[in-house]
């Protein structure tokens, strides 16, 4: 019975596999690896890009350390006079398809075309390409029909250095320069000051009411903005012994988020959060970015802390906003010693690069760090000393 039950359906099968074997039509190599025809247009789509950067030594060259510059505005000027603008993505790029079949697309007629990069506000490009020029040609059986007689160089981009800050009214600001050239600067009515500088240690001297406040101010690659002066001049208080500097790098081995916790560096932290540069679309994450990989935030855009049982100073930190949506965010930071309120200023935020706020907050127990209507700051390089 078992032997009955089991050759049918053995014949069925095998009967199955020769109607399909007899109803299949074989292949041949050429079938499966055909050869393109060379000399027709495929109807397909290729990218024809430009690349902006950080220029962050200012050389003018991408080279190594430099980053790429997502969210800045790039015209594509075509043969017919009309402009179109693309933002660069996440890895710098503006892309502009080119096809010759599929009409939708930017670039689909062969002729002249320009690129224009547009620096945003405060940037200035570094090596001195912002425009340039390029014949596109019909190429039958390339991927998208057409391709460019000259490439593009990446263009580079780097903010101005500038010292800023807050003075009493009536006070005179003047700065000494690496090179020792002093300048003065000019302050407004309401004690705003900012003065054009160089990378460099420079010193900065707040005179009123005759007393004198003094600063040294190191200026790297982004624009300082200094916590505000008391006016009571004086000795500056002697700083903590014990330098850090954290980048939230060593919180993450994976690209996502993470919680900073308690006791990271010393410190103790809420409702802020270390993220990797790219893990969200924001470009002020990544323009933000100065050391490493990863950065930080105030969860949901509220208020985060930095405190301690023990006194810390804050020295300062590079701060930008996450999104460009939010452009012009104002920050505020808030400084405690115990329960008495020690500091407290306020900057204008940008999602296109840093500035770096130089802090005097000394001996304080808590730090408050919020935006004035709850979008994401982003923060780099905080640096403080503590005691022994």
Known sequence: ??????????????????????????????????????????????????????????????????????????????????????????????????????????????????????????????????????????????????????????????????????????????????????????????????????SGEWLVEVSADGATERRKIVVGEAPVVLSAFSGKGGPAEEPLPQRHVVGFDDLLTTSGVFEIPSGYGGLDWYNLVAMHQRFTDGPGYINTTMSGEFIAYNSSGHPGQVFSDKPFDFQGAYFGVGWNDAEGETLVLKAWRGDQPAYEDQLVLSASGPVYFAADYTRITRLEIRTQHFWQAAMDDFAYRTGP
């Open 1 to 198: 019975m078992k032997r009955g039950l089991s050759f049918p359906g053995a014949v069925v099968v095998a009967t199955g596999l020769a109607m399909v074997c007899g109803t299949a039509r074989a292949g041949s190599a050429a079938d499966y690896y055909p050869r393109r025809t060379w000399d027709a247009f495929n109807g397909g789509q290729m990218n024809t890009s430009i690349l902006v950067f950080r220029d962050r030594n200012r050389n003018g060259i991408y080279d190594l350390g430099d980053r790429p510059m997502p969210h800045v505005a790039v015209e594509l000027g075509k043969p017919n006079g009309d402009t179109i603008m693309r933002w660069t993505n996440v890895s710098g790029f503006a892309n502009f398809r080119m096809s010759v079949l599929q009409r939708n697309l930017e670039v689909v007629d062969p002729g002249h075309y320009s690129f224009r990069v547009v620096p945003p506000p405060g940037f200035s490009v570094t090596t001195a390409n912002a425009s340039q020029e390029s014949d596109y040609a019909a190429s039958p059986g390339s991927p998208g029909d057409m391709i460019a007689q000259r490439t593009t160089h990446p263009v580079g981009l780097a903010a101005g250095l500038t010292i800023s800050g807050v003075a009493p009214g009536g006070a005179r600001i003047s700065l000494t320069g690496p090179d020792g050239a002093g300048a003065a600067a000019k302050v407004d009515p309401d004690g705003r000051f900012s003065a054009p500088v160089t």
